[in-house]
């Protein structure tokens, strides 16, 4: 019978430990991670393990862990209001569905590697899940298909849903569509175009130019000439609707996004891909956290706007 397997994972935390000391962050984090574990075990699931930051668990039905998870994000989002910056560590939750196979204590099975997988590429606030866990929610959960995402060490890809938690950003969130409904739309109803700035070099590319890639070199499409750039850095392509930036570099790239109640989070991707959405920074061969980082301001917009892009050409 299928269960429905939750990584998930606290970020920041090496930054908590500079800052606090060992024992104080120890403290901190083992506290977070047993509050999360309790909150699963509270909608029905149980804790199969802790991962030091994070936790790994099981549930009965795919309701039971999305709705334990959403409680996660929104009770430690106002947590986190009340912290100092320094001290910030947010959530990434992977979740996946499927049969598994128990061996002393031990879950093995598909939708473990995917969902481990998952909560490393949603990065931090975010809840990723595969379609057969978003497929039988019900209304009111709101998710958006992010399409197929490709998961290491699979040879397909899984289509991933992005479960909405913030009230406030619901309204850029929709609910899945039958396949035909979104043939009918197309895909520049959702992602129409981005535009880039790195210093006084901007640039805007509609969805059906793309692939493009960012480089250090002159046959890149959009050249940050910075040593710490690859020759070809990172590749922004689309699909089903969605922005895809994938990492294809040596010293891997950061993305910040700006979200819409004045709070950023960030993902660091080494040979991964995330979805780029609304506006942010993206940081190339340095984190962000660097102020010398080269770093490329990011914003995307829907169909509506594609002839704006039009107007940025370099």
């Avoid at 908590?16 to 403290?27: P, S, Y």
């Avoid at 986190?80 to 002393?104: C, D, F, N, T, Y």
Wanted: aromatic content about 6%; some cysteine; charged content about 20%.
């Amino acid at each position: 019978m299928p269960q429905t397997v939750v990584f998930a994972d606290l970020t920041g935390s090496t930054r908590v430990f500079e800052a606090m000391g060992n024992v104080r962050a120890t403290d901190t984090v083992t506290r977070l991670v047993q509050w999360v574990g309790q909150v699963c075990e509270v909608h029905g699931g149980r804790v199969v393990k802790t991962l030091g930051d994070g936790v790994f668990a099981l549930f009965p039905d795919c309701a039971q862990a999305v709705h334990a998870m959403l409680e996660v994000q929104r009770s430690h989002h106002k947590r986190l209001l009340k912290w100092p910056e320094p001290m910030r560590m947010e959530l990434q939750i992977g979740i996946a569905s499927g049969e598994l196979v128990e061996v002393e204590g031990d879950i093995y099975g598909d939708a473990v590697n995917v969902a481990s997988r998952l909560s490393d590429l949603a990065g931090p606030g975010q809840i990723w899940a595969t379609e057969s866990v978003a497929a039988p929610l019900g209304p009111d959960v709101r998710h958006r298909s992010l399409g197929p995402i490709a998961i290491r060490g699979r040879q397909l890809a899984a289509t991933v849903h992005r479960i909405d938690w913030q009230d406030e950003l619901a309204d850029l969130l929709t609910m899945p569509a039958p396949l035909s409904a979104m043939a009918q739309a197309g895909a520049s109803s959702s992602f129409g175009q981005i535009e880039l700035a790195w210093l006084d070099v901007q640039a805007a590319f509609l969805a059906d130019e793309l692939p493009i890639h960012l480089g250090r070199v002159h046959e890149a499409d959009f050249v940050v000439n910075d040593p710490r750039v690859s020759r070809l850095h990172a590749r922004i392509d689309t699909r089903n609707g969605s922005c895809i930036l994938t990492d294809v570099s040596s010293y891997g790239t950061w993305v910040r996004f700006h979200h819409a109640e004045g709070s950023t989070s960030e993902v660091a991707l080494r040979r991964d891909e995330c979805v780029l959405h609304g506006s942010g920074e993206i940081g190339l061969g340095a984190p962000l956290s660097d102020f010398t980082a080269p770093t490329i301001s990011f914003h995307t917009g829907g169909g509506q706007v594609r002839l704006a892009a039009q107007a940025l050409r370099r």
